[in-house]
């Protein structure tokens, strides 16, 4: 299963539990509000009942209540709900108030209950009250009841604040969470962003201030990009060594076979020179791609240099061997274009190319065809180097396994397939990109695309 991001995990287990908590802060205090609202009710129940117990009186040794002005005044019923009373004596003759408002079933002295009256649920107090007159007991039952509407409406106010006040914390709650989670994971997202920027072959440490948490983990990575660097380093110094030591005997062979009295008359004397100068010519591009390999290269000694000049540079050494080889060659090479780079491998990348038009860009009969042109321009941002010939070009399905060592398409060609291999990793290494197209009506042309 997937992992899910940091940011919503901390999101996640922080706004549920946040949600949960709130929910149970709601549910205490308005369960708490409530109970208080029903206790103030039921005082003002009490007040009016206590008014009443003041009415009643003992004349000619009946208990009667003192009619006159008699109004009950609850404070809470603002005008909205309706109050109902009734007082009986001993004998449940009734002394005043409304008729059959109905009784708890108990034996308690007092007692506040729900019940329904005239068709309204009403909250009553029922109180069995007792008066001591000349050593004789009276008893009577007061009950006053109320009707729900006052209290239902000042519970649903309560609710509605209690609900608009979580809401508000929740919310609150939940920004301040984002906000903390951002803040939080920061450090991690700022490393997420340098690594991203990273080119895929910078071996480099990461040297980025990183959270405690994944210090330990930064720690081992850089370990192993210093383990894989040195392999890199190894491997291609190997390469270099190899086409190294090959070269001298390579080149003692060549001047033995051109002295070599025997062979001096021999048919077979100019198919050695041409299998040592292929042999020469593959250790060189050897040892050229193990130089620059983007994983092992050190672009530290990368500078600001005149890609106009260099491309000039290139051209006068390159136009007497075209010219001698039967093409023609047009310069279209814009002044003054600065990039970053490495001189000494741009000059090989370009002779690559042109080395490739040279050799390619033939007929049948082996004969040249058309013009070579070196160009170089600015087009927004971006730096265009290309080489262009006009010959037969390479069939599209190759166009994608064609940087691949050692992949040539005719082998009866002198090549060791690595040129082109060699200009993408030089093109890599200048963090250009490398783009090969067929043109029309035919040939080829390599661009070499850099950010300027
Ligand atoms: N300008 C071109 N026109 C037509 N085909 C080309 C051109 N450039 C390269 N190719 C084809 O692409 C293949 C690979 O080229 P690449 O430069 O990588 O190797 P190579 O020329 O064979 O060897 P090397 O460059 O190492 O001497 C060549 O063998 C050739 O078939
Ligand atoms: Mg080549």
Same mark, same amino acid.
């Given at each position: ?139 009577? +039952?007061? !009950?006053?009841? @109320?009707?729900?509407? #006052?209290?239902?409406? *000042? $519970?649903?106010? %309560?609710?509605?604040?209690? =609900? ?39 071996? +480099?440490? !990461?040297?980025? @201030?990183?959270?405690? #948490?994944?210090?330990? *983990? $930064?720690?081992? %990575?850089?370990?192993?990009? =210093? ?226």
């Amino acid at each position: 299963m997937k992992i899910k991001s940091i940011h919503s995990r901390l999101l996640t287990w922080l706004t549920i539990p946040l949600g949960l908590v709130s929910f149970l802060a709601f549910l205490i205090i308005f369960f708490l509000l409530s109970r208080n609202v029903n206790q103030h009710f039921d005082n003002a129940l009490l007040v009016a009942e206590k008014g009443m117990e003041e009415r009643l009186y003992v004349k000619d040794g009946v208990l009667r209540f003192a009619l006159p002005h008699f109004g009950i005044d609850i404070q809470t019923s603002g005008g909205e709900g309706s109050v109902f009373f009734s007082v009986e004596d001993g004998n449940k003759r009734r002394l005043v108030g409304h008729e059959d408002i109905p009784k708890p079933h108990t034996t308690k002295e007092r007692m506040f209950y729900n019940t329904m009256y005239a068709d309204q649920e009403v909250r009553a107090l029922y109180v069995k009250y007792e008066m001591y007159r000349n050593t004789k007991v009276y008893n009577a +039952t007061i !009950i006053v009841a @109320e009707t729900l509407e #006052e209290r239902r409406a *000042l $519970i649903n106010e %309560i609710l509605l604040i209690t =609900i608009g006040i979580t809401f508000l914390i929740v919310f609150i709650a939940i920004i301040a969470s984002i906000f903390a989670v951002k803040k939080g994971i920061e450090p991690l997202v700022n490393l997420q962003y340098f690594i991203k920027q990273r080119d895929i072959h910078d071996l +480099t440490p !990461i040297e980025e @201030e990183v959270p405690q #948490e994944v210090d330990s *983990l $930064i720690k081992s %990575i850089n370990n192993l990009f =210093i383990k894989l660097k040195n392999s890199f380093l190894h491997v291609e110094n190997f390469n270099a060594d190899v086409s190294h030591q090959l070269r001298t005997p390579l080149c003692e062979l060549k001047v033995l076979i051109e002295t070599d009295k025997l062979l001096k008359s021999s048919p077979n004397k100019n198919q050695y020179l041409n299998i040592i100068d292929g042999m020469a010519h593959t250790t060189q591009q050897l040892l050229l791609a193990a130089k620059t390999n983007p994983d092992a290269f050190d672009r530290d000694w990368f500078k600001p240099l005149n890609l106009s000049e260099l491309c000039q540079k290139v051209a006068k050494e390159k136009v007497p061997f075209i010219h001698e080889n039967g093409f023609e060659f047009a310069y279209e090479v814009s002044e003054n274009i600065w990039i970053n780079g490495g001189p000494i491998v741009l000059q090989e990348l370009l002779s690559n190319l042109i080395d490739n038009a040279i050799k390619y860009a033939i007929d049948e009969d082996k004969k040249p065809i058309g013009t070579i042109t070196l160009s170089l321009l600015q087009k927004d941002d971006a730096i265009i180097l290309s080489v262009e010939d006009e010959g037969y070009g390479i069939p599209n399905e190759y166009l994608l396994n064609i940087y691949d060592r050692f992949f040539r398409l005719d082998t009866r060609k002198e090549g060791s397939g690595l040129g082109l291999g060699i200009v993408k990793q030089i093109a890599e290494l200048h963090r250009a990109l490398v783009k090969i197209e067929n043109k029309k009506p035919q040939g080829l042309k390599v661009s070499i695309i850099f950010k300027s």
